[in-house]
């Protein structure tokens, strides 16, 4: 199905400027701000975790500007996968992202709850507050996109432009650290021996903070010139986050003591308070709030347009791909806000730092299978000549997404059991979906959406 066919041009809203935002908006979440207390426990180990991601993600985003180039008229990676492997193929890659998605929302809560605790103490101790402020902060998202997905694109140009203020303020911190008082950078060196088995944990949780490459993809029916606009902003919104990463990714490890970053719900707060005072670390935890609740909102947009397009692509109920007087699949926001709910009080049984890396684990090894098969898919695709494009260029493209999909093997070697079990009962519950809607639209045939 194409993008066009899905949404009429009036719903076309979404440009340049906002598609980066939304990219490098729903990259740069809470978890990169709650990612350093994750990866304490793998020491230096860490950064060549990092390097190795970022490599693998490189190609990943090549994927991901080549496959709109290619085929502008796609509404997305259902259609990619599916040129490639068909619908079965496409189901369960889309299947996980859906999974991956609405425990996004739910692990970006979490992490901004714990943020809040350096306003809100009383969070730590009270074992009901957390999930009630957690779920309060979905339900006011999924609200802000029933309002049409170019109120939530000002939303989020909005909020990416105030969440790259604390990161900037990190390099800024760590440069005159360094210029300043450069033995500080020596007094907290992680202990640990060179490790390949940490470093592939470290890698998969690295992986977390870079999802949303691909986000600019997801909602191709509501942007405009989606052939120059998507590979534009991928590229661009990857850049910039892995420019902002390099800068930001080291400085906590090495200034604040292991054991103590490990157990941080705040840990660049912690920094920035160790350095600068108590104060400062309240004015860095209320910009990376604002960040979080950016990501919120991104990923809410996001997991609109998944649940409508597998709607209309007939493997969701039809309900859900209908549209209210905004442009905005009011249904399948709300069913999944009532999904992503239940995954966020199934997972308060932890505490906030635990219960963030347990879930990003699981998002991630969620999020894997659509990277996996879309960078197969231009290796298939490029082996078949059906890539509009020069043998020469189409060869690059085709090896660029085989290591996509190599990098992609080698990131789930990390997931640890307990998340992968996880993540293959969620898996397999897509199974009797799949069976269930392949029935019915072999018997009635699939409509496209309805507006209100």
């Known amino acids: 199905m194409s993008a066009a ?30 990612l350093p207390a994750s990866l304490a426990p793998y020491g230096l180990n860490a950064l060549t975790g990092w390097l190795i991601t970022l490599v693998g993600c490189t190609f990943i985003t090549i994927t991901f500007a080549v496959l709109p180039r290619a085929f502008p008229r796609d509404d997305g990676p259902y259609a990619y996968a599916q040129r490639a492997f068909g619908d079965g193929a496409a189901f369960f890659v889309m299947w996980c992202y859906w999974v991956s998605t609405w425990m996004t929302n739910a692990t970006i809560a979490i992490a901004v709850v714990g943020y809040f605790t350096v306003f809100f103490p009383a969070l730590n101790t009270n074992p009901w507050l957390p999930p009630i402020t957690a779920l309060s902060l979905l339900w006011i998202f999924v609200a802000i996109n029933l309002r049409g997905a170019r109120t939530a694109g000002w939303v989020q140009v909005l909020t990416t432009i105030l969440k790259l203020c604390p990161l900037v303020g990190v390099i800024c911190l760590g440069a005159w650290v360094l210029f300043a008082h450069p033995s500080a950078y020596t007094h907290n060196v992680p202990p640990n021996a060179a490790s390949w088995g940490e ?11 870079m999802l949303g490459i691909e986000c600019a993809t997801i909602p191709a029916c509501r942007i405009k010139d989606p052939q120059r606009t998507i590979p534009a902003a991928t590229i661009i919104g990857a850049a910039v986050t892995a420019l902002i990463y390099v800068g930001v990714s ?18 660049f707060a912690d920094l920035f308070r160790r350095v600068l005072g108590p104060s400062s670390g309240e004015i860095l935890a209320l ?16 997991l609109g347009e998944v649940t409508q397009g597998l709607a209309r692509h007939g493997r969701f109920p039809a309900l859900l791909a209908r549209e209210n007087s905004h442009g905005a699949p009011v249904f399948a926001f709300v069913i999944t806000g009532l999904v992503a709910s239940a995954v966020l009080l199934s997972n308060y049984d932890q505490s906030i730092s635990s219960g963030f890396t347990f879930m990003s684990v699981v998002v991630t090894a969620t999020n894997i ?4 098969v ?8 490029a082996w078949r000549g059906r890539i509009p ?34 993540t293959l009962g969620l898996s397999a519950v897509g199974i009797p979906v799949y069976l269930t809607f392949g029935h019915l639209r072999r018997r009635t045939p699939v409509t496209s959406a309805v507006t209100d």
């Open 369 to 372: 299978p659509m990277y996996f």
């Open 389 to 422: 494009a020069k043998p020469h260029q189409a060869f690059g493209w085709a090896v660029a997404g085989f290591c996509a999909a190599a990098y992609c093997a080698w990131a789930s070697v990390g997931i640890g059991l307990r998340p992968l079990l996880y």
């Open 199 to 209: 470093v592939s944990s470290a890698s998969t949780l690295a992986l977390y903070a």
């Open 374 to 381: 879309c960078g197969l898919a231009i290796t298939v695709l």
């Open 287 to 302: 910009f990376i709030i604002i960040g979080g609740l950016g990501a919120l909102n991104g990923w809410t947009l996001l």
């Open 250 to 267: 080291l400085i906590p490890m090495l200034l604040i003591p292991q054991k103590e970053l490990a157990a941080s719900s705040a840990p």
């Open 5 to 34: 066919d899905a949404v009429g041009s009036e719903h076309r809203s979404l440009g340049l400027g906002m598609c980066v935002a939304l990219v490098v908006g729903n990259i740069i979440g809470v978890g990169i701000f709650a």
